[in-house]
């Protein structure tokens, strides 16, 4: 074998140079793998409440199992990935790179990040594996302040540490997106990634804060019985619901910001074309982190809120929907007169722009009052957020993973089979979730181990669709570790992509650039050199 | 297979078919633009494919008026969404006068309904056709909901305070009742039927259900045990405002500020009665947090809206 | 290659960048830190409107005296800490050192005259838990007046525990010389955060401790 240039893999070998490591590129190869391991974790849960609610009868596992595997199986999946997910994993080896610089702001505070996330999920696979949880990912009071006798502060504790991870990598990236774009890179040069990252860090930093001391509250609460959360000694349990979602809903735009940064990247790659209205997205993602923040209250229309209070929340919630339906159609608009080629990238961010619309359009379900009474708290729900998480986040996590796999890795993934993968997950992703929207109008409550008899046909369909859906994300696994080894080995720019981190060498040496880079040119400058020889 | 996949619940309340009738509206309004979306998308991605002819692609910035169109399009539409929504809001929110009055107590896992005449139900609620019924409800532990799906509509049930719901059923016939709120082991578990009868079906249940005490009359039970005329009564040397006619009036509190005496306000003037003082009156009523069960509070709740106003204005704690 | 500068970060390509950085990261940092008091004010300010007479009561059995001390104590650390910075900016290094330790000192002081204080309150029987021993009217509502008490100064203690450690590594630096008058951004970033604690501290007193206190 010819010997491969010096990179950021290669140039040392040994598990201290990986653990102490301040290269923020191999930081989000750490994040990579702990991502990976409890995106299965969570998974998991999941298969399991699937083939539980196969049959209308709770005749797999115990009620009190059931509960814990559906307050785990959104624990770990919210906290542990789709909130650091894509900023730990993309966005720490991409920022940089994007912007020209040689790494984050703080390369101590970003592995710094690292091990208060692996420490908050072990506080959480401890309360797992000592018997897990059972209040919900919500933990609602006072059922999870005095009720429940399972291990609520050990999982609080966990969720609570690595928010601090979730603090700390926000402050990273605004602070280098402000301070460390290389020359003549000006704010409306810089890919919408970097856009997309910086409203999400926004959120990160104004957001993880208050949950930290709803969790902590509630620790008090159940420690010392302080009152503030019990209702038989004077506290309003509704408070906590406030404090909860004053974080929980402005968490979920940290979820999709990402998401839609990643589509921008891809959809301007394959289709050769600079993304329409770049400047209405990128407002857009900023007017997202901002009206994010006021419409919590949707979730606690019947919480006994004031009648006015849901009107606010209402209107807020249709407002927040607008600047998100822009994107998607700046996105579709940028596929006119594109030169549009469907490697597994694209197809993903072109499933993603058909779920994340379903998701996007049945939230207006829910903000409509009138019919949120009916479907609140019912697997209407369930499957409006499925559509928004899995087919958004995950389906453009993905794309986003294939998309800059042979950067990251300087080897190219099996495409047929990569694209077969993700026809798969698109087909197992809809069969498992579309039911939900009817089992939900029809009544089924969510969070019940048990239904009635006439809900089993549409739960049969979702479980049956979970089982392709889990094929589909098990191939990726398969064949993105096989070509760490054996697959093509990619050059610098495979896609010919524009953006600062196609022109260095795949993998990428330490220190990104050799010579800090200088922009001329505008983002997505598809096109340029092909009119430019010509006229 | 297709009798075994509906759509919708049955629609068996006055309100259940304008919940609907908004649904099908926003199925309409998303179908239409995520068909919309699917179809550019897919047809774009056909027509535009590389290949030979089609390698490079057109540059275009962008569009400031279909940026503007479409934004205040849909801006249009979400809002013609949020008024029917919140109109229809109104409609399930604010009961109507002269409800069949029924109190629910939800505990872990099961709901206790009680009949203003008495009769006590457990996971059931019978209800004559035609009539709304008002539901006054609370929770002995954690928050529950209370959903029944056929009629559209659901409320929480929290600990410590009273929520309310009302429906109107308009079709015969028993109805699941689903516990809504996640409230621990059992929560599954926490289901029931409402069973809605012919107005002469309910008489005949209601002679034939077991009848404990009206709620009113085991209310004016309580109330004399607990010897509460001791220090409400008209007079000047009373030491707590006079109860009657005060259910649905407005009062002053110490602070200045006002409040309209409901369920919830009276209760809480029961288990913590120096919380929200009447203005004029001292703080010594002692609390009866713990003294009485969720069931005695509404019921004496029930005898306190029973007593009629009295005819002379008593002076509630102004210069006795 | 780009010379060796002392104190630049490999990642930077200036003093002056990394400085920014380092200013706008700690401003990042305070943000963060103002919403996690602020979830703790929004808490206590919804208890104090539902039950002000309770609220009222509680903070008129703080005492008053003590906490004008220890706010007038914490506000002087703030000007000798100001002080400190103004000495690294015209070089002199004792000065620094000085500064830093009687910011310190003073810091300390407020803490332990806050132990002092916790230890009445918890001999009292107001430590929130299951030995609360309220007297008044209405206990269960100045119960939570007393959580919230324990939990926001507790929080700002902690805070003030972190600023005495932050500045006890400062003063290290500082005798070593490490700060020069072109050269001192870790201690304007540490000057920051102390003056940031100072500030929480501004708004807990009157909130907690003023309750109905006037005329």
């Keep these: 074998m010819t010997n491969t240039p010096e990179n950021y893999i290669n140039t040392d070998f040994g598990w201290k140079s990986w653990l102490l490591t301040l290269d923020h590129k191999r930081i989000a190869i750490l994040y990579l793998l702990s991502i990976s391991f409890f995106f299965f974790v969570g998974g998991f849960f999941a298969v399991l409440m699937r083939i539980e609610l196969l049959t209308p009868q709770g005749d797999l596992v115990q009620a009190e199992t059931y509960n814990k595997l559906f307050t785990m199986h959104g624990l770990v999946l919210i906290f542990f990935f789709l909130i650091p997910g894509i900023p730990a994993v993309l966005g720490n080896f991409l920022v940089p790179m994007m912007i020209g610089a040689r790494d984050l702001a703080f390369p101590r505070l970003n592995l710094l990040s690292w091990y208060i996330f692996v420490t908050g999920g072990l506080f959480t696979l401890y309360a797992v594996a000592a018997g897990g949880v059972d209040t919900g990912w919500t933990f609602y009071t006072p059922y999870s302040s005095t009720y429940s006798n399972t291990h609520v502060i050990a999982v609080g504790l966990g969720a609570f540490i690595t928010g601090f991870s979730s603090i700390l990598t926000g402050l990273n990236f605004l602070v280098t997106i402000h301070t460390m774009r290389a020359p003549g890179l000006s704010w409306f040069r810089l890919p919408l990634f970097i856009w997309a990252q910086y409203a999400t860090s926004l959120i990160m930093l104004l957001g993880t804060p208050v949950i930290a001391i709803t969790i902590l509250l509630l620790a008090l609460e159940r420690l010392f019985r302080i009152g503030i959360f019990d209702p038989s000694i004077g506290g309003d349990p509704v408070l906590f619901q406030h404090l909860f979602w004053f974080y929980s809903h402005p968490a979920v735009y940290i979820m999709i910001l990402p998401a839609m940064g990643i589509i921008s990247e891809i959809i301007a790659c394959f289709a050769r074309k600079r993304v329409f209205g770049y400047r209405f997205v990128a407002f857009s993602s900023l007017a997202i982190a901002i009206l994010g923040f006021f419409v919590w209250g949707h979730h606690m229309f019947l919480s006994g809120q004031s009648v006015y209070a849901g009107l606010v929340f209402s209107i807020l919630s249709f407002l927040v929907a607008i600047p998100s339906a822009v994107k998607v159609f700046n996105w579709t608009a940028t596929l006119y007169k594109g030169s549009i080629s469907l490697t597994t990238p694209m197809l993903y961010a072109l499933g993603f722009l058909g779920l994340f619309t379903i998701g996007g359009l049945t939230g207006l379900f829910l903000a409509s009052l009138g019919l949120d009474v009916h479907v609140h708290d019912t697997y209407f729900v369930v499957a409006h957020f499925h559509y928004i998480m899995v087919g958004g986040v995950v389906m453009a996590y993905l794309g986003g993973i294939h998309f800059w796999w042979p950067k990251i890795f300087g080897r190219m993934y099996p495409e047929f089979v990569a694209r077969f993968a993700a026809i798969v997950v698109f087909i197992g992703f809809n069969l498992t979730f579309f039911p939900q929207f009817l089992l939900g109008y029809l009544g089924m409550p969510r969070r019940y181990h048990a239904y009635v008899e006439e809900f089993q046909v549409l739960n049969v369909m979702s479980s049956a669709g979970a089982s392709i859906l889990g094929f589909g994300y098990l191939l990726p696994m398969i064949y993105l570790v096989w070509s760490l080894r054996s697959g093509k080995r990619a050059g610098a720019n495979p896609w010919d992509a524009k953006g600062l981190e196609w022109q260095t060498p795949s993998p990428p040496p330490t220190t990104n650039f050799a010579v800090t880079p200088v922009v001329t040119e505008e983002a997505y400058a598809y096109g340029e050199e092909e009119a430019a020889v010509a006229g | 297979m297709w009798e075994d996949l509906p759509l919708f619940p049955e629609s068996a309340s006055s309100l259940s078919g304008e919940v609907d009738a908004l649904y099908v509206f926003l199925i309409a309004v998303s179908a239409f633009f995520a068909l919309l979306i699917c179809a550019l998308v897919v047809g774009f991605t056909f027509k535009y494919r590389r290949r030979p002819g089609n390698e490079r692609a057109s540059r275009i910035e962008g569009s400031l008026a279909l940026e503007l169109a479409w934004t205040l399009i849909p801006l249009a539409i979400t809002m013609v969404i949020f008024v029917w929504g919140a109109r229809l809001y109104f409609a399930l929110s604010l009961a109507p006068e002269d409800c069949l009055e029924i109190q629910v107590i939800g505990k872990q896992w099961m709901w206790k309904l009680q009949h203003p005449q008495g009769q006590r139900e457990i996971n059931e609620l019978h209800i004559p056709l035609g009539r709304p019924v008002r539901l006054t409800m609370t929770s002995e532990d954690v928050i529950h909901s209370f959903f029944v799906p056929a009629f559209r509509t659901k409320m929480d049930v929290l600990p410590n305070r009273y929520s309310s719901v009302w429906f109107e059923p308009t079709r015969t016939g028993r109805y699941h009742l689903f516990c809504a709120e996640y409230c621990g082991t059992k929560h599954s578990e926490m289901i029931g039927t409402v069973h809605v009868l012919e107005p002469h079906e309910y008489e005949r249940w209601l002679r034939g259900a077991v009848a404990g005490e009206a709620p009113a009359e085991a209310g004016r039970r309580l109330y004399e045990a607990q010897r509460c005329d001791t220090c409400h009564f008209a007079g000047p040397e009373a030491r707590g405002p006079v109860l009657a006619g005060l259910f649905g009036r407005r009062v002053q509190l110490a602070d200045g500020s006002t409040v309209v005496v409901d369920e919830n306000h009276l209760r809480e003037s029961i288990v913590a009665p120096n919380a929200r003082l009447t203005a004029g009156w001292q703080a010594i009523m002692p609390t009866y947090a713990g003294l009485l069960r969720e069931e005695e509070i509404l019921q004496l709740l029930a005898y306190i809206k029973s007593l009629p106003a009295p005819e002379v204005e008593p002076r509630n704690g102004d210069g006795r | ?215």
């Design chain 3, 1 to 215: 290659m780009q010379a060796d500068v002392p104190g630049l970060a490999h990642h930077f390509e200036d003093l002056e960048q990394q400085h920014e950085a380092g200013r706008l990261g700690m401003w990042a940092f305070l943000v963060t830190e103002v919403m996690f008091f602020g979830g703790l004010f929004t808490g206590f300010t919804i208890y104090w409107n539902a039950y002000p007479d309770a609220f009222r009561a509680g903070s008129h059995h703080l005492d008053v005296r003590l906490g004008t001390l220890y706010t007038a104590v914490l506000i002087g650390s703030s000007l000798t800490m100001a002080l400190a910075i103004r000495a690294a900016q015209v070089g002199r290094r004792r000065a620094q050192v000085g500064w830093l330790v009687t910011t310190m000192l003073l810091g300390t002081t407020f803490l332990v005259v806050k132990g002092f204080e916790y230890q009445h309150k918890w001999a009292d029987g107001l430590l929130p838990g299951p030995g609360f021993a309220w007297e008044g009217p209405d206990a269960p509502h100045a119960r939570i007046f007393f959580s919230f008490y324990f939990a926001m100064t507790g929080l700002h203690a902690l805070h003030m525990l972190i600023g005495i450690g932050v500045l006890l590594t400062m003063c290290v630096k500082a005798a070593r010389g490490a700060f020069t008058p072109s050269h001192h951004a870790g201690l304007e970033i540490s000057g920051l955060y102390w003056h940031f604690v100072d500030v929480v501290w501004i708004f807990l007193f009157p909130l907690l401790y003023l309750i109905g206190r006037h005329g």
